[in-house]
């Protein structure tokens, strides 16, 4: 599965929108980017995946590069309850199999 | 639905015993489950992917004798971390797979004095 890339940490304040950029310029065309959320102590939440196009739900959206080599993730208007570290993770769709998690961004939303 | 449990939550014992960590998928059945571990301020290191009915495949580095891990059901993975030392202390997660997603359990914190 292709590597990602993500900062190390970031602040978004309250309100506002959160978005977390991931570099994966190395993904190959059976490849989706997934994107889950750990919050202190608990397990990875899923949030969001796509394969090229712009996907949106609940939680966030997902906007990928048209050559997909990065995308970012948008929390529209961040709370402080989104404050957790956020993985993007490669991997090849409809296959399951596990999950490889890099270092992901810490994300602060300060008041 | 998909939810995943572990038991127990938190979890302190003695240097050279034994304990036993277990995750259920609760609204459905799960053929392939995985462990992680994850050290503090670390990210979630896989270490074997657990198959109901037949033997884990360990990552690289995963001592198998000393994480042992059985699938004996559709419902039900265990992971028992056997003679216990204190670097073994660390934030067990377990995730169980449907339809080719991961669904993760809440964790089991191990500490072992």
């Known amino acids: 599965d292709a590597k990602t890339t993500q900062p190390t940490s970031m602040d978004c304040a309250e309100g506002r929108a959160a978005n977390l950029p991931c570099n994966h310029s190395?993904?190959?065309?059976?490849?989706?980017v997934y994107w889950y959320r750990q919050i202190h102590s608990q397990g990875p939440q899923y949030i969001i995946h796509g394969l090229k196009n712009n996907e949106t739900n609940e939680m966030a959206s997902l906007i990928i590069t048209e050559d997909r080599k990065s995308s970012t993730l948008i929390l529209p208007h961040a709370t402080l309850r989104d404050t957790a570290v956020y993985y993007c993770?490669?991997?090849?769709?409809?296959?399951?199999?596990?999950?490889?998690f890099g270092q992901g961004t810490e994300l602060s939303v300060k008041p | 639905g998909a939810v995943v449990s572990q038991h127990p939550s938190w979890v302190i014992c003695k240097s050279g015993t034994s304990v036993k960590i277990e995750c259920r998928s609760l609204d459905f059945q799960a053929t392939t489950m995985f462990w992680y571990r994850q050290f503090p301020k670390q990210s979630l290191m896989l270490m074997a992917t657990s198959n109901e009915g037949s033997k884990a495949t360990y990552e690289q580095g995963v001592e198998k004798d000393k994480f042992l891990i059985n699938h004996a059901s559709l419902t039900l993975s265990t992971l028992t971390v056997t003679s216990a030392h204190p670097e073994d202390s660390s934030f067990y997660i377990c995730?169980?797979?449907?339809?080719?997603?991961?669904?993760f359990g809440p964790g089991t914190r191990l500490t072992v004095t």
């Open positions: 995730s169980a797979e449907r339809e080719y997603e991961q669904y």
């Open positions: 993770i490669v991997r090849k769709g409809n296959q399951g199999g596990k999950l490889i």
């Open positions: 190395t993904i190959s065309g059976n490849e989706y």
